[in-house]
């Protein structure tokens, strides 16, 4: 598939990388169909963090869910969804709490919650590409109304 890929400092790509697949079985995959600049990704752009050649930007996305986990019970393959800046689990003590941007089960111990595609914030591809992997889909999908208006 094709996604915007950081290079280095001030130098991005579109290039082609592995399909994301499901790993998990609370996993979906999204067909994302709008995607944004966010002003993070300027920080990475820019060369201002340790983001290593490599990674996919982007973490303002939606789409429509194309392949389901068999331990997903919410999301339905078809479904329209946008998907938060950052990766939760919807169960640990910080989400339980409402700080789901520090939650403790998506990244490495010690670090600072999860999100797609940004430095730092655990193996989560980016969503300026053509499909994401989207892990703890019950809680990280937020479905969008019926239609095609994105």
């Known amino acids: 598939m094709k996604a915007v890929v950081y290079k280095g400092p001030r130098d991005i790509a579109v290039e082609d990388v592995k399909d994301p697949v499901i790993q998990d079985p609370t996993d979906v995959l999204v067909r994302i169909t709008s995607t944004a600049i966010c002003g993070s990704d300027l920080h990475m752009y820019e060369g201002r963090t340790d983001a290593e050649p490599g990674i996919t930007f982007g973490h303002e996305n939606m789409g429509i869910v194309e392949e389901v986990g068999h331990g997903v019970t919410r999301v339905k393959s078809g479904a329209r969804v946008v998907l938060p800046f950052n990766v939760a689990c919807g169960f640990c003590d910080n989400c339980r709490a409402g700080k789901s941007a520090f939650c403790l089960t998506v990244n490495e111990p010690g670090t600072a919650g999860g999100a797609y ?16 992997r989207v892990p703890f889909a019950d809680y990280n999908c937020v479905p969008l109304p019926p239609g095609d208006e994105h």
Request: proline share 6%.
């Open 117 to 132: 595609g940004y430095v730092g914030m655990g193996p989560y591809g980016g969503g300026q590409a053509e499909h994401l």
